[in-house]
């Protein structure tokens, strides 16, 4: 009997700091077969290159340059993504609290983006991947077949944050990253360049009261969905 073969999607899940979209795109990578493909990393991967460099973040030209020969790579390597910034691993590096925020100042650089932007489509333009950002699916990909946005309070998002960082021993407390999560919002939503929205498309999931596996078996459930729809 003749088998339909579904079709590679483009999955793009955006939302705004802690809301867990790392987790769900592994998951749901996983699950699917598909490539997880962290955008955020790209960003942190600049960041880092550039407070190596010590170059000021408000001088655009200069963090421009450095985007552009700059080479990122993102490898699964044992189940895991590593992250590669001109061939060294830095998966762990570019998870400091420092790299984050200056991540968040670096992205908000129209031309910057443009550079990392087109990366991203060139990583994920023919489908069977899982993209998490901030404008995956109103800039990156605005036709993917599924997008979700994944968002949580601003208290249970920071809990999750402040959770990560006791794990890795940095010492940072709960308020203070209350306080952090809360600018993020601000700076991500207020930036010229890319503001994170929810696409008019996109599904809309809270995860505050949700466990992880939970909302991955959801967002599997509507890539099903879509897959059979676009199915020959």
Sequence with gaps: MFEAV?????????????????????????LLGYTYIDTGAMYRSVALKALRR??????????????????????????????????????????TPEVAQAASKIAVVPALRKVLVAEQRR??????????????????????????????????????????????????DIARTLEEVR????????RSASPLVQAHDAVLVDS???????????VVLLADERRGRLAP
């Design 6 to 30: 579904l079709p590679n999607l483009i999955i793009a899940i955006d939302g705004p700091v802690g809301s867990g979209k790392s987790t769900l795109a592994r998951r749901v990578a996983a």
């Design 54 to 95: 010590q170059i000021s973040l408000d001088d655009t030209t200069q963090l421009t340059s450095l985007a552009r020969e700059t080479r990122i790579d993102l490898r699964a390597e044992d189940g895991t993504q590593r992250v590669f910034l001109d061939g060294e691993d830095v998966t762990v590096a570019i998870r």
């Design 123 to 172: 990583a994920g333009e023919r489908g069977g991947v899982v993209m998490e950002g901030r404008d995956i699916g109103s800039v990156v990909f605005p036709d993917a077949q599924l997008k979700i946005f994944l968002t949580a309070s601003p208290e249970i998002r920071a809990e999750r944050r402040w959770r990560e960082h006791q794990q890795k021993g940095d010492a940072i």
């Design 183 to 190: 600018e993020r919002d601000r700076r991500d939503r207020e």
């Design 208 to 218: 505050t009261a949700m466990e992880p596996d939970e909302v991955a078996r959801l």
